[in-house]
């Protein structure tokens, strides 16, 4: 499904398409008003900065906000929300979106906060492009998470770098379905029910080496049950970053 077609009262478009802007600055949004509502629809467009010789933007979620949709269209570059505020996703009866909307080549979406992101519902991730950064896919999530028992439903034949840290039970997540694509996990996750994977999906865990120890263990990820067609396990040296 793309969320891109006719807008509506309820889309809020991001306009600077430079770096380092603030999402609480009403100026900076197609509507003239900061969104922040369980139905609001957020799309936040391909941006001109240029970092390292590629394009590269970051939005400063530099308030608590919540969202219905929230849409990143990269191109070939990439768009980072980052910042310490608070996001909720969906709310009472309302399901969420995170849709990566016209990635291609390198095109990389980032959900990097230093805030909590809450399910207030079960959110579907979107990511159709199937390339984007070679370690990460099309789309990486990071910080914490309060998964507030609801599901998580991975779309799309691109690939989704989870990195949220939840491992207790008061965030735990209900329910991951991985219905296309790739999912990886990065850091300890606690599930209540079920981990499950569509035919031709895979599930990616990260063995971590940390500081050049001689063991590696995987991540913590806890579900009642997993029943996934293909996992694979990946390896990450904190000594020099590198995948393999």
């Known amino acids: ?26 100026e900076n949004w197609s509507t ?3 969104p922040n509502a369980a139905d609001a629809q957020v799309r936040i467009g391909v941006t001109t900065a240029v970092k390292s010789g590629k394009g ?3 939005v400063h979620l530099d308030q608590d906000a919540t969202v ?29 979106t995170v849709q990566v909307a016209d990635s291609s080549g390198a095109g990389l979406a980032m959900l990097d906060l230093d805030g909590t992101v809450t399910f207030a519902n079960n959110v579907t991730f979107d990511v ?3 390339a984007g950064d070679a370690g990460y896919g099309a789309f990486w999530a990071q910080g914490e998470l309060d998964g507030n028992g609801k599901a998580l439903v991975k779309t799309g034949a ?4 989870f990195g949220f840290a939840g ?8 329910s991951i379905a991985v219905n296309e694509g790739t999912l990886a996990i990065y850091k300890r996750l606690t599930v209540t029910g079920v981990i499950a994977g569509a035919a031709g999906t895979t599930l990616e865990l990260e063995i971590n080496k940390d500081g050049g120890a001689a063991d590696t263990a995987i991540r913590d990820v806890t579900c009642a049950t997993l029943d996934v067609p293909s996992v694979r396990l990946f390896l990450k040296s904190n000594e020099n970053g590198t995948y393999v």
């Open 1 to 26: 499904v793309n969320l891109m077609g006719t807008e509506s009262e309820n889309w809020y478009s991001f306009l600077p398409t430079g770096t380092g802007k603030n999402w609480s600055e009403p």
């Open 32 to 34: 003239g008003e900061v």
């Open 56 to 58: 590269w933007r970051n």
């Open 68 to 96: 219905g949709t929230l849409v990143f269209t990269c191109g070939g570059w990439t768009n980072r929300l980052d910042e310490t505020g608070n996001l909720t996703l969906g709310g009472a009866g309302a399901a969420a």
């Open 128 to 130: 159709a492009n199937p």
């Open 158 to 161: 691109g690939k989704m770098s």
């Open 167 to 174: 491992a207790t039970n008061e965030q735990a997540l209900g």
